[in-house]
């Protein structure tokens, strides 16, 4: 028995080795399970060394060392770094749910049968910490991948020490990636700027180079030369830092942009069904937002349903969505609203108690408590493209995917059938009823349509906010006001509503906060509608009324 | 037979009923107040002060669908948005009643209300002053509703905005406001509200005297909107009311200024609403922005549909069984209450577009043709 769990063992220390060994495949050194023989007496010393003597002893290694060293400085940092008392090994804490399992540090493999008496850790104090953290980003100033080389450098940035400066001056030179290439000779214009002993000339050349960049740390370093006594200095620090707030402003702005946008396409999303729904029946659904929750919690059930493919499940919750909310509709429209016809007042009364039905319900099945759903991995994250701008990637894809939703849309109504029949009946329903048009059979469908591209956009909310009973509620009232704006039966007066509200409030919000911000575009609306009752784009001719 | 048709459509069910309506309110008012005060405690027909002040309530609530009902029921014009006249209303009653604390305050400010002193607020805002004379705050109870919906009526009237248009707008309204008065910059109290409340024109909210004399107030004020209300409606101003409801471009075109008429029945409609916050207040104890939501101001609209709109005893009847339901119901079931009241919501559309008492008058007219055709035969 003992001995088949020994074998285990070692297969799966091999097996992680390997995985290992795969990982760092580009690393320089052939063999990375052992320690180069040079380094064996530091390691020793390591083991030895007192507090206050191991930082020698780690420079020493530093020296000639490569990627190899960085699982051992990695190790020491985060405080996991023990040796076995017998035999000085160095060995590293893995400490799992449940128990605390020591592993080589060079081998990978696991050392069985370690208690906690058979070892001791090797300590390190906050000065050890910061040391390593910057020996790390040394070390891997000198990777393979220059993705690697990028991050060290933009580690560095704030803790210029000399080694490190004359460790960039000496990797500069052969540097062969721009993109490194220009973030070393940023770390090196600010060493440069900073140095008092040299001539005027030189900072001022390395201060002028600084204002290109958008870095915290050179926006920093600015700051504090503008509080200097040297005036030409303090003068061309200034002009940097100005050109740099400009920069940042123009990205602030991109900025607010991008946030008004990500607001639009969701408020697309959540009104373009009700812009259908209200073009062609005259109907005001007023359980359209219980539609979009729907849609919410059914990609909060696929995804319990496959826990193990988080990943994939948009694309199961997705049709899933549209499906759930579509045929609820096409029985809230068969049920009630069509025995309503010709009411829209009582129309709307009837479907808002249906959403407190909807709600309720909800409520009863799931919990009023809010659900959290999970985002998948590749559409968490954000596209940074430089220090003061990124996008998160959810948001984009959300942004596109409206806009394919709509697009989507626009061509059922325009090439198919039920398009056609759609469009007649909105435009005049007692003359396409004439022509044969089963006006019946199309409400049933433009409001399964509707409700369906609701739930569709349930599943985007859920990407963006927590599930809960009144999810809906939340959306319904700006939805209506993007309808009513861009003018009923009007697809694309619905997008450029959406978005132009979108914008306006992530415009407003800085300069009045969130709350007086949606309460302006409110009041502009209900005074827009005033001047122009029918919205943006009225329809024209004979069909309005 | 169709005499009486046209008699109940054209909206005369209330005239007939104004005084029995009158009498029969102020008189179980009266009872209930004796009872409390003169009968001892473990009386059988003893009222509790809980009970009164809950009837105090539904009066309230009562006189808030008299109002909805003014113009839906009458002039079709459904306001998604009455909460908002009513919470202004009761705003300004709570400002009074704020103000009336003094230094009895947790932070003992004789000047500031609580909610200001903890905000670190130096002086009192300029719409806080004279709110403490009780005359400018009931004058203000009633005014500032009436010009919010003169406002808001004269732009959307004026402009023809109709139907459902309107009532998203009037939800926008109040949707508005409920952000507006979460805000604790807005000097209303933000999320908590205006409550603690003292006393008001001298005398202890808590004591039963009066609280029982609120309600008689309530009761009082009911009974004269209510004969206001029919007595402006069944005069000529009433019967273009009626006009526009039934077809408005028609009522243009002979010639009446459709917009006036419903500005104006709007801004009434506001005033009693206002005046019915007001009165709520000081029986409730708290003032919140939640009196803003949406949902409330749907609420009341239901309540109308449930009485019969178009009569104003159907609004009145509406209000009391629905809130009474709600009452019982939020105690004994209360995940039930919002699937009752969704149902309610569709079968009352869908079954009773008329209401209890469009029901009532139904069966009434079959009997009476019934009646008609036995003695013909």
Known sequence: ?545 | MSVITQYFSEGRTSGKHTMPFVIILLAVTAMACLSNLYLPADSALHVSTYSITLLGKYLCYAMLALAVDIIWGYCGILSLGHGAFFALGGYAMGMYLMRQIGDRGAYGNPDLPDFMVFLGWKELPWFWHGMDQFWFAMIMAVLIPGLLAFVFGWLAFRSRVTGVYLSIMTQALTYALLLAFFRNEMGFGGNNGLTDFKDIVGFSLQSDTTRVSLFAITALMLAVVFVISHNILSSRFGKVILAVRDSESRARFIGYRTDRYKIWLFVFSAVIAGIAGALYVPQVGIINPGEFSPINSIEMVIWVAVGGRGTLIGAVIGALLVNYAKTRFTAILPEAWLFALGGLFVLVTLYLPKGIVGLYTQLLEKRRTQSVKESEA
């Open chain 1, 1 to 545: 028995m003992r001995h088949f769990i020994a074998l285990c063992c070692c297969l799966f220390g091999l097996l992680s080795s390997q995985a290992y060994s795969a990982e760092s495949s580009t690393s320089t050194s052939p063999s990375a399970n052992q320690p180069p023989a040079e380094l064996a007496p530091l390691m020793l010393e390591l083991t030895k060394a007192k507090y206050s003597k191991l930082l020698p002893v780690l420079k020493k290694i530093e020296a000639n060392s490569d990627e190899s060293m960085l699982p051992l400085f990695r190790t020491m940092m985060n405080g996991n770094l023990y040796f076995i008392k017998t035999n000085k090994q160095l060995v590293q804490l893995i400490e799992d749910a449940n128990q605390k399992t020591y592993q080589g540090i060079f081998s990978q493999q696991l050392v069985a049968d370690l208690s906690k008496r058979d070892v001791s850790k090797i300590k390190v104090n906050n000065h050890l910490r910061s040391y390593l953290r910057n020996a790390i980003a040394r070390i891997q100033l000198t990777s393979s991948s220059a993705e690697v080389r990028k991050n060290a450098v933009r580690e560095l940035l704030s803790s210029l020490d000399e080694e490190t400066v004359t460790t960039l001056e000496r990797l500069y030179s052969s540097e062969t990636n721009q993109t490194v290439k220009t973030e070393m000779g940023l770390a090196l214009a600010i060493n440069t700027a900073r140095q008092a002993s040299l001539p005027n000339s030189t900072r001022i050349a390395a201060i002028e180079r600084l204002s290109g960049s958008l870095e915290n740390t050179a926006r920093n370093v600015l700051t504090q030369l503008t509080n200097q006594d040297n005036p030409a200095i303090k003068a061309a620090a200034e002009h940097a830092l100005k050109k740099i707030t400009q920069r940042v402003e123009r990205f602030g702005f991109l900025n607010q942009l991008f946030f008004g946008l990500s607001l639009g396409s969701v408020l697309l999303l959540a009104s373009i069904g009700l812009a259908i729904t209200f073009g062609v029946m005259g109907v005001i659904n007023m359980a359209h937002g219980e539609m979009i929750m729907l849609g919410a919690y059914t990609t909060y059930v696929v995804q319990l349903m496959m826990p193990n493919y988080i990943d994939y499940s948009i694309w199961v919750a997705i049709p899933a969505a549209f499906l759930v909310s579509g045929i609820v509709g096409v029985l809230i429209e068969r049920l009630v609203i069509r025995h309503l016809h010709g009411r829209p007042l009582e129309t709307l009364l009837a479907t808002f108690g249906i959403s407190l039905i909807l709600q309720q319900l909800v409520r009863t099945i799931f919990s009023p408590l809010n659900r959290q759903v999970s985002t998948p991995s590749w559409m968490s994250g954000s596209w940074e493209i430089n220090p003061v701008f990124s996008l998160t990637l959810n948001r984009l894809y959300i942004l596109a995917f409206s806009l394919l939703v709509f697009f989507a849309l626009v061509m059922v109504l325009k090439k198919t059938s039920l398009g056609l029949n759609v469009r007649a009946v909105s435009q005049n329903r007692n003359m396409a009823k004439a022509m044969g048009v089963k006006t019946n059979w199309i409400d049933a469908m433009t409001f399964g349509l509707g409700s369906g591209i609701a739930g569709i956009a349930g599943v985007a909310l859920s990407q963006l906010t927590n599930v809960g009973p009144n999810l809906g509620q939340d959306y319904i009232i700006n939805s209506f006001m993007v309808v009513v704006f861009g003018g009923v039966g009007n697809l694309l007066g619905t997008l450029v509503a959406a978005f132009s509200l979108g914008i306006a409030t992530k415009f407003l919000e800085p300069m009045t906060g969130a709350v007086l911000s949606t309460i302006l575009v409110l009041v502009f609306i209900i005074l827009f509608i005033q001047k122009r009752p029918k919205g943006l784009f009225p329809q024209k001719g004979r069909a309005a009324e």
